[in-house]
């Protein structure tokens, strides 16, 4: 997850763009909830390795892992054209 997370900040910062998501953690009490965390260019990420393999199954969000890694690829595709249906003829460009 948190290389998910990485990957996708570096994508959003190569572009200079944020966006928010929403990840699994466990709380002081030990139990598992999801956090909203806004990525942008001016933060500063790091990520720590759960080590205790409990820990590591409760952090297992396969849902928040899809959403991330298909942000990741919808952020890398080029824009595309949309056609203008008015003829450039048409425009009155005074009033755009």
């Known amino acids: 997850m948190a290389d998910a997370v990485l990957a996708y900040w570096l994508t959003l910062a190569e572009d200079n763009r944020a966006d928010v998501v929403h990840v699994p ?4 009490e030990g139990q ?3 956090a909203s965390i806004t990525l942008s260019p ?3 990420l790091a990520a720590l390795e759960p080590g205790d393999g409990t820990l590591r199954t409760m952090l ?3 849902s928040a892992l899809v959403d991330i890694r298909s942000r990741i690829r919808s952020a890398r595709l080029p824009a595309q054209a949309v056609p203008c249906e008015t003829p450039p003829s048409a ?3 005074d009033e755009l």
Do not use: C, F, G, R
């Open 91 to 93: 425009l009155n460009w």
């Open 42 to 44: 001016a933060m500063v």
């Open 25 to 28: 953690y466990v709380t002081d």
């Open 32 to 34: 598992p909830s999801h």
């Open 60 to 62: 297992d969000d396969a």
